[in-house]
């Protein structure tokens, strides 16, 4: 069946750019520019002979809405896919930034991507450290410890700092190494939320089911990833009881922030279960981990709620950059493809004479960009408003001058 699997969503040729585009859309969700007609035309292509489901036509029928539903033996294939010469971690960002560069997929969601892709490297680099299993060819779909994959996930550097993170509201509580010690993880492929409700208590424990985890609607308030843990070992029942959420939030941009993720944010929990946050800031340039700060648990619950404070177990991370300092999962030549992919950085930043006044001020009369610290940057405007200043002037001496003439004449009179 797998074979079988290997070679509907290859079309039999498994190294061509296609086979792996299908292959990589299938684990991580990849989304094509619709706006362009290059786009729309590799949408029908991988349709046509890779696998994918066109799951709408419109009316006007100028383009179709292409997706991979979830099927764990497409999942286990298109890993083998990926990984066979080359490990994904090395072979994904390339095949990303190419799809960029093309113009064929949607930029705004890149900083999702990305996260979406760690993620999922992380799980597959913790099943390889597993070793050999009795069932090689269901490789990707085996459970692995959460510490195990965000050892995988997070660069050695950082490991201490995140294993003895404590509770955002309880600084004398148990440490994440302590709270997750024999949690798993079990996600092949990424599915997208409809609503809040499916990420929520009462239905999250199915994705485990189903080895999948969770991108967000678009409109999800506080996170965009969601993968379930499963608590109590790999005996106990997978339920609701027993399954706690792990949520990541992406930000692309280049100021971080103290942002508290909602742990609620799909209901009111059905347990006393840890929860973990990840909140992934990529669009910083310098590498740092840190847990959030400690916050006292009066100020993060409103007057008069009686409930459980669910801060008093929650986790959360920061993880600052995107290159091999932050993540163990980037390979160390890889990180200008993540930075290609993020695009998050300023138009300056990769001039290689940035470092010189003559050659940058050439570049900035370009107009690429506008600085209100540089004055050559406003260079246009500084003249305009010179030459506003010069005429005014001159309209000021000439009505001195007149005002003279005339009190000469009144008084010659």
Known sequence: ??????????????????????????????????????????????????????????????????????????????????????????????????????????????????????????????????????????????????LDWLKCLISPRWHSVVFEAKPVADPDGMTLREAFQGVYLNFSHFVRAGDYAIIGPK?????????????????????????????????????????????????????????LLNPCVGGEPKNNLPTLSLIHELGLQEAQVYPHPSVPAKQLRPIGDRKPNIHLRHYQIHIEGCTHEAYGVIPQDKNHRYKSILAATKIDEDFPRKGSNVHREALLRLKPAFFAGEPVSLSWAIAMANSQSAKEKEMEKGKGKGKGKGKGKRKGK
Not at 218 to 230: F, K, M
Not at 239 to 254: M, Y
């Open 1 to 146: 069946m797998l074979d079988l699997a290997k070679m509907k969503l290859s079309c039999g040729e498994p190294t061509s750019e296609q086979a792996q585009v299908a292959a990589l859309g299938l684990r991580v969700i990849l989304e094509f520019d619709i706006a362009r007609e290059i786009a729309r035309a590799y949408d029908e292509k991988l349709v046509d002979s890779y696998m994918h489901i066109a799951f709408v036509v419109p009316a006007h029928r100028e383009y179709l809405r292409r997706g991979t539903p979830s099927e764990p033996i497409l999942a286990e294939a298109s890993a083998h896919l990926l990984s066979d010469g080359c490990s994904l971690a090395s072979r994904a960002p390339d095949l990303l930034a190419q799809l960029l560069a093309n113009g064929l997929l949607a930029r705004g969601e890149r900083g999702e991507l990305v996260g979406r892709l760690l993620w999922t490297i992380a799980h597959d680099h913790a099943i390889q450290k597993l070793g050999s299993i009795d069932k090689p060819e269901l490789r990707y779909h085996q459970p692995v410890l959460v």
């Open 203 to 259: 239905h999250l424990w199915m994705a485990l089911v189903r080895h999948m985890a969770y991108q967000c609607a678009d409109n999800q308030q506080s996170t965009d990833l969601v993968a379930p843990a499963h608590h109590g070992g790999p005996e106990a029942h997978i339920c609701i009881e027993n399954t706690a959420p792990i949520f990541g939030q992406i930000r692309n941009r280049q100021t971080s922030s103290e942002f």
